[in-house]
């Protein structure tokens, strides 16, 4: 047997047992799937997958045996690699990151820019998503790594690093009520106007939902987007008070909107690096997490992805002091 035919079965598996499905995930042909599939199973002497007609139906007892060997194997062939890269000091590689709009907008482009300086070859594949979807790009093995924010615990599906902790802000455009107001802004001064913000406050559990629930109001949601920029947008156009995040509030923003504190009444955030376990680390994505944190310590990182150490990451900074320091323009250790 053969590791391509082991990834094969593996892709036919997540791909819920559509060949044609997983020949694309995997950039095969359908026939050569099929070809190495029967090569496999003749050599196992069982079959990994049921048919019923000319379509696989589902997984055989011994077929989930093996997929569960399969897939340990080419994790571990997979880290073989990356160490074998690292010890070359290879630069180049493929880095594909799932991440929200705002994250990939106002977030990435420096901290890629300066990984690019380092490692010129490196194909770098940014892929913004929608809150709900990003996780289960990760999960099913499609993204390397996932950067995300959440307002409580930590995301699940690998190990998370706390990179940074950042507020929301309001934007209003100029002469509207809340902008003379002259006082700090109350969630009832909120709830008297339509809201423009993230799709992810449609959610119930929504931390935007929770602190109007917690003071018996409802937020009316007029307008909702996944992109920080068409927010801004749908709020010139008068749809709304907009709430966003604070790093995708620009000074250009300032000449059409007013924006408004809000930090008491809306709990922090925390965006996320989240990274496979068990894995040895790529240099370039160690390097990336301390361009974007640079209170991560490179070594710790690589220990804890490995399995080697527990995680003890220090207090993620503010959004607002990483950029008072300036220390996301500072040059970081090489890998």
């Not at 694309?24 to 990994?48: C, M, P, R, W, Y």
């Not at 073989?80 to 709009?101: K, P």
Request: glycine share 6%; with cysteine; aromatic share 4%.
């Amino acid at each position: 047997m053969t590791l391509t035919q082991l990834r094969y079965i593996v892709a036919i598996a997540d791909a819920g047992l559509n060949i044609t499905l997983a020949a694309d995930n995997v950039h095969a042909t359908q026939s050569g799937i099929s070809k190495q599939l029967k090569q496999l199973e003749g050599e196992l002497g069982f079959q990994v997958f049921t048919r019923r007609g000319k379509s696989l139906d589902a997984i055989t007892p011994a077929g989930a045996q093996v997929l569960e060997r399969a897939r340990t194997i080419l994790h571990e062939a997979r880290n073989i690699r990356a160490l074998a890269a690292n010890l070359r000091e290879e630069a180049q590689g493929e880095l594909s990151v799932a991440t929200t709009h705002t994250q990939a907008r106002f977030v990435l482009p420096e901290a890629i820019a300066r990984l690019k300086q380092h490692y010129p070859e490196l194909g770098v594949h940014i892929r913004p998503q929608g809150e709900g979807r990003i996780i289960s790009l990760f999960e099913s093995g499609e993204v390397d790594l996932v950067i995300v924010s959440t307002s409580g615990q930590a995301p699940e599906g690998g190990i998370a690093v706390p990179l940074f902790r950042w507020y929301r802000r309001a934007v209003v455009p100029h002469g509207h009520p809340l902008a003379k107001l002259g006082r700090p802004l109350r969630i009832e001064d909120l709830a008297e106007h339509p809201l423009v913000s993230y799709e992810s406050s449609l959610q119930p559990e929504s931390s935007l939902r929770r602190v109007f629930a917690a003071a018996e109001l409802t937020p009316r949601i007029a307008c909702t987007s996944v992109d920080a920029d068409l927010i801004k947008t749908y709020v010139l156009a008068g749809l709304g008070v907009g709430i966003l995040a604070e790093m995708a509030i620009t000074p250009a923003d300032a000449r059409e909107l007013v924006t408004l504190d809000i930090d008491t009444l809306l709990p922090v955030c925390t965006s996320w690096m989240v990274l496979r376990r068990d894995h040895v680390l790529r240099s370039y994505v160690a390097q990336l997490a301390r361009l974007v944190a640079p209170q991560i310590d490179e070594a710790e990182l690589r220990r804890v992805v490995a399995g080697h150490a527990e995680p003890n990451w220090p207090a993620p900074p503010l959004w607002s002091e990483l950029q008072q320091r300036g220390v996301r323009r500072s040059t970081p250790r090489a890998a």
